[in-house]
């Protein structure tokens, strides 16, 4: 399929899915769903204790090392075309379990998964030859993986972690977001009816019908599990960090965009209110607070406006942040933090206005607002589409500040201009493994942007956008003395 993914294709392709569906029951005729059950149709690869989970697991394993590529590839085509049929039903359920996102782009996110997560192709072997002979270096499988995935891309991390794991040969078990854990659970559930059609497995993945910290710690100290692969917040990157496991770790982010005076500013005004709205603003490399030059600012505001963003003053953001930044207390140290409200992330822009008493139409897809640097709006990762809008006089301190925001996350930044100099010493400066240039941050997930997607992106370890690849071990086999044929 040729995506452009422009807003109206996106909708378009959500259309055409939706037209083909093939004998599923769409999502809103379904109320009756649970982590075990869709609709009265058991979910296959659902176990109650965590072992069983990972029993089944590795007994995947055990039926993928066995296979020849060919019968892998089979069974990734077979995920790919499921995930594209079903897209529109886990974007459903994935917005009535966790009441965040839009339908129509966690549709979007599902067709990436399926058209762009790469399988065995990005398995490469090496070979060396010399006087001294050939060594081969082949990408291997760890064994079972252990992944732990967030609430904000429920289905989607389950399915790409899933091509990516399976292509590299692994076998992989699941604890996934409480909150999500319907939607993800239909995921395991799609990717096993998938193996089977493809004359796989029946239980190729598997999962838990209630995931808990107690199953995390299960499935880290388990002797099967030979990778941790974690998606989510700092506090979980932290925990599989330290497990003693071989692990990939996916944290938070904060993406600042800097606008410069060289910018098409018609084009970056569409384009950065276009991602940060994306799946209101869920995904972890959304635009989250801009740097504007003062000499464009209102212009590139004005431009927000008649593409969906409404502005708030500041008596309104300092009400606004009364609401969407709670107290949390840690029940370890006690200390007493600001952290986003549950009830807020994910919400849509005119959900979010009516707690401050303005109401607006279905049009306002973005709330922006000017702010200091200071500003929790800017300083806090809040996962909805709310935009602070900060005036900075040149690159000097636009850089300076953007780096600030980011936090050391080294995750993903966004900047639009046309001025060479500042488009590297900014990409230089903050060190993202994402870094977008003039297009909405999604392009750097491969969506209307060149390159392979994930919803895994591993800054803390490295990996970066993960694929197959990531999920491999490197082995070498060297024969002395010969197979060097020149
Ligand atoms: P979260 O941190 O609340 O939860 C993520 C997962 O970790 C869940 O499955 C949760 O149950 C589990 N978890 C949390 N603490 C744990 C612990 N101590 N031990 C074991 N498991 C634990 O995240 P969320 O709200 O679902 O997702 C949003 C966060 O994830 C944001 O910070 C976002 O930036 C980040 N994220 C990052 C990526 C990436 O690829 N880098 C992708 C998606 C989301």
Redesign the pocket.
Known sequence: MAINWTEAQIEEVVASVIKNLKGEAPAEECKNWDSTQYCGRRLIGVYADMNDAIDAATAGYKAVRSMRLEEREKIIAAIRELCRTEAPIMAKLGVAETKMGRVAHKTAKHILVADKTPGTADIVAQVKTGDDGLTLTEMAPFGVVGS??????PSE?VICNSIGMIAAGNGVVF??????IATSNYAVDLVNRASKMAGGPAVLVASVVK?T?DT??IMYKHANIRMLV???????VK??LSSGKKAIG????NPPVIVDDTADIKKAAKDIIDGCSFDNNL??IAEKEVFAFKNIADELISEMQKNGAYKINAEQAARLAQIVLVDAKNPKTGIVKKTVSRDC?GRDAAVLLAKIGVRVGEEIRCIICETDFEHPFVQH?L?MPILPIVRVNDIDQAIDLAVKAEHGNR?TAHMHSKNIDHLTRFARAVETTIFVKNAPSYAGIGFGGEGHT??????PTGEGLTSARSFTRYRRCVLSDGFRII
């Open positions: 732990i995935t967030p609430s904000t891309n991390t604890n996934p977001h409480p909150n999500a995931p910290l995390a710690q974690c998606t989510g917040g700092p506090g979980v925990s599989v996916a944290g938070a982010g995904p972890c992330v990762e996962m995750h994930t919803f895994t992106i591993a800054g």
